[in-house]
């Protein structure tokens, strides 16, 4: 029931905040596109709905550019890793650092001595990681896709 009022309130707000003179965007993001109120999709509500799937390797490579950025590194196979984390979200690969982080600390803990992270340390803990990406979601994204979007 709480669901319905503050759907209807938002839906409400909308035209309001069109109806402004100033420019006013508003973006709205969700996982579940399939579980919003149908109002919600209808022309009016929304400009655009512009659908972002999951990450292209180009996306992949910037990610973990980034993280490796701030990690003890030698000889990283970076292409490798990329084509490893086809289905990892950028949540995925975040975690997936902060694993490696962390094994590289126990390491250096342990010997002490400075640990490398290499190619190698990536393959060890990407095994413990799981993408949350299925290729079903990644099918059922497409499929909505072309139902939803709407530029």
Same mark, same amino acid.
């Given at each position: 029931?709480?669901?319905?009022?503050?759907?209807?309130?938002?839906?409400?707000?909308?035209?309001?905040?069109?109806?402004?003179?100033?420019?006013?965007?508003?973006?709205?993001?969700?996982?579940?596109?399939?579980?919003? *109120?149908?109002?919600?999709?209808? /022309? #009016?509500?929304? @400009?655009?709905?512009?659908? $972002? #799937?999951?990450? *292209?390797?180009?996306?992949?490579? &910037?990610?973990?550019?980034?993280?490796?950025?701030?990690?003890?590194?030698?000889?990283? *196979?970076? *292409?490798?890793?990329?084509?490893?984390?086809?289905? %990892? &979200? /950028?949540?995925?690969?975040?975690?997936?650092?902060?694993?490696?982080?962390?094994?590289? %600390?126990?390491?250096?803990?342990?010997?002490?001595?400075?640990?490398? $992270?290499?190619?190698?340390?990536?393959?060890?803990?990407?095994?413990?990681?799981?993408?949350?990406? &299925?290729?079903?979601?990644?099918?059922?994204?497409?499929? @909505?896709?072309?139902?939803?979007?709407?530029?």
């Amino acid at each position: 029931m709480v669901d319905k009022i503050i759907m209807n309130d938002f839906l409400n707000q909308i035209p309001l905040l069109k109806d402004q003179g100033n420019k006013i965007l508003l973006v709205c993001a969700t996982n579940y596109i399939r579980q919003l *109120d149908a109002a919600l999709l209808r /022309p #009016g509500g929304f @400009d655009c709905i512009i659908p $972002v #799937g999951d990450w *292209d390797e180009d996306g992949r490579k &910037t990610i973990l550019e980034y993280y490796l950025s701030r990690l003890h590194t030698k000889g990283i *196979d970076l *292409d490798r890793i990329v084509r490893m984390t086809s289905r %990892f &979200t /950028p949540a995925d690969i975040e975690y997936l650092f902060q694993q490696v982080a962390q094994f590289a %600390f126990e390491e250096e803990y342990t010997s002490k001595h400075d640990y490398v $992270v290499t190619t190698d340390t990536f393959l060890q803990m990407i095994a413990r990681v799981r993408p949350s990406l &299925t290729e079903g979601m990644i099918e059922d994204f497409k499929k @909505d896709s072309i139902s939803y979007s709407r530029a």
